[in-house]
């Protein structure tokens, strides 16, 4: 969750960044 704020940024890009977290 280090680019939390970043991928918030994103949305859509928020599930897949999240998945590499």
């Given at each position: 969750?280090?680019?939390?704020?970043?991928l918030?940024?994103?949305?859509?890009?928020?599930?897949t960044?999240?998945?590499?977290?």
């Amino acid at each position: 969750m280090s680019g939390y704020g970043i991928l918030r940024s994103n949305g859509a890009s928020h599930l897949t960044t999240s998945m590499s977290c």
